[in-house]
């Protein structure tokens, strides 16, 4: 049987990173990746091909609750970052000072991800776009100028060119940035290929027993050292498979979202766009944007009240769904069930997370009016249909917890890291505090969901995780 150094479980930003740094460093590396290789450039961005071959369960996982949370994760070489916008933020002083007090965190300054971040913007072509912001965003953009409220141009990690009067995108995901760095540098990866559980002896794991997707077929890996980095929900399963469930799977901590399509006067909606502008006034607790709109994610937003609001979509090109994200008090859980597959997510909104959500509505509405909204329908089940500043209010205070229909793309916090033994799952730099050769590096590390698109902040800290395991060795 082969030995590596490193087995990385999942490939998706933190697996990303973390295989390519080791491989780098001279480590035998084997990559493991439930999904598979897609060829960059051959599936349309939030296409329903996309939802069938880039996401898990083709789009529909729920985390169940009252109300309960959807929720959607990547699967593939590349993990999320192959689906999701490529919105990038660094992660601030303010956020980063929280956690390290808050959980006992070492060498999680500004300072210390300062170059690291530097070095991951460069690689991934962080910028704002060459060309003005799609009409989308424009709408926002407006409306909160007009409000005097905070906004800005999220930069995305996308090689934007015009090319004989054509825009070119090309997102620089894990496939096309670092993956084939990787591989070059000596890594190995295995698509297909199911991680099941680690196997442990005298307090170390020692081996990993895989699935080919594809076949069923067992077999067995032995490794010096495991990075596990399957994402918040199949890290925590896998570790709790492995009866390293100490710390985990609890903590699940998301960015819940209300949504709205808002109707104008005229066209707003080009299918190939991606909103790029958020609104940041009311800090990180409450953020507004742009969410996909193409015609099926339309009429997905529209059917909570499809009776009523199914005839607005004979004028989709005029509408376009946006969204209020907030920083949720709420928590959840991920439990491995015997026998099953997918583990059981569990969330609980607090009374708080669900008035700030109601509060997000009512201003998210406002502010599409005010950007000339001419009719606005709310994603709750049975909302009325907003066509005057009177309804805003009442739309809002109709979203009974038990109407709401909620969701995220923003999954962390079920392996938080950090020095506090009682509640922390991992050290200040992503080793199990139960298992010294077992690491985690992916969102499930981030203490909590951090107010901001994540997956800027998931690199630079498994980049400085897997710097630090370097060091030490
Ligand atoms: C639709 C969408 C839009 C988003 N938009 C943005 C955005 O604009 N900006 C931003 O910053 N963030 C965004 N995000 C979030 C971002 O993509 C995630 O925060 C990020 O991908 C998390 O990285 P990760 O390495 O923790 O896990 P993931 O990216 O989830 O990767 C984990 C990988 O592990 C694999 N895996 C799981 N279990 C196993 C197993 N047992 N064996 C082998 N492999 C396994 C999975 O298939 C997956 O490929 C978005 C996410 C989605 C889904």
Request: net charge positive; hydrophobic share 40%; with cysteine.
């Amino acid at each position: 049987m082969t030995r590596y150094d490193a087995l990385v479980i999942g490939t998706g930003p933190g697996g990303a990173v973390t295989a390519r740094a080791l491989a780098e460093a001279g480590a035998r590396v084997l990559a493991v990746e439930e999904g598979h290789w897609t060829e960059p450039g051959t599936v349309a961005p939030f296409s329903m091909d996309q939802m069938r071959r880039q996401y898990r369960n083709a789009g529909l996982t729920v985390a169940f609750g009252r109300p309960s949370v959807a929720y959607t994760e990547g699967m593939g070489v590349g993990g999320g970052s192959e689906v999701n916008s490529g919105l990038y933020h660094r992660p601030s002083r303010t956020l980063l000072d929280g956690w390290s007090r808050h959980w006992s965190i070492d060498g999680l300054t500004t300072g210390d991800l300062r170059p690291l971040s530097e070095a991951i913007e460069d690689e991934i072509g962080v910028r704002t776009l060459p060309w003005p912001m799609p009409a989308s965003s424009q709408v926002l953009a407006r409306g909160a100028e007009a409000l005097g409220w905070r906004g800005f141009e999220v930069p995305r990690w996308a090689d934007c060119r015009e090319v004989d009067g054509q825009r070119i995108v090309e997102k620089q995901t894990m496939s096309v940035a670092y993956w084939p760095k990787a591989i070059a540098a000596g890594a190995e990866l295995r698509e297909g290929t199911r991680a099941v559980r680690l196997q442990l002896a005298r307090g170390r794991a020692r081996a990993a027993i895989l699935e080919d997707v594809g076949t069923g077929a067992l077999s067995r890996v032995a490794f010096d050292d495991v990075f596990v980095c399957a994402g918040a929900i199949h890290t925590p399963a896998l570790l709790q498979r492995s009866g390293l469930g100490r710390n985990v799977g609890g903590n699940l901590s998301v960015h819940p979202t209300v949504k709205v399509t808002a109707e104008f006067d005229h066209v707003v909606n080009d299918p190939s766009d991606v909103p790029v502008y958020q609104v940041k006034e009311f800090g990180s607790r409450l953020s507004f944007g742009g969410s996909a709109s193409r015609p099926a994610l339309l009429a997905l937003a529209l059917s909570e009240n499809w009776h009523e609001f199914r005839e607005a979509m004979n004028r989709w090109p005029n509408l376009f769904v946006y969204y209020a994200a907030i920083q949720s008090a709420g928590r959840g859980r991920v439990r491995a069930v015997p026998g099953f597959r997918d583990p059981l997510v569990t969330y609980r909104i607090t009374g708080d997370d669900h008035r700030l959500l109601q509060n997000g509505l009512a201003r998210l509405m406002h502010l599409l009016r005010t950007a000339g909204a001419t009719a606005l329908y709310p994603s709750f089940r049975n909302a009325p249909k907003v066509t005057a500043p009177a309804g805003i209010a009442r739309a809002a205070a109709a979203m009974s917890p038990s109407k709401s229909s909620l969701m995220t793309v923003h999954l962390c916090g079920t392996a938080p890291m950090g020095e506090d033994r009682r509640k922390c799952a991992v050290d200040s730099f992503g080793r199990l505090h139960t298992a010294p050769n077992v690491f985690v590096n992916d969102a499930s590390m981030l203490p909590e969901a951090p107010g901001i698109n994540p997956q800027g902040t998931v690199m630079a800290v498994a980049a400085r995780n897997v710097a630090h395991y370097l060091s030490t060795r």
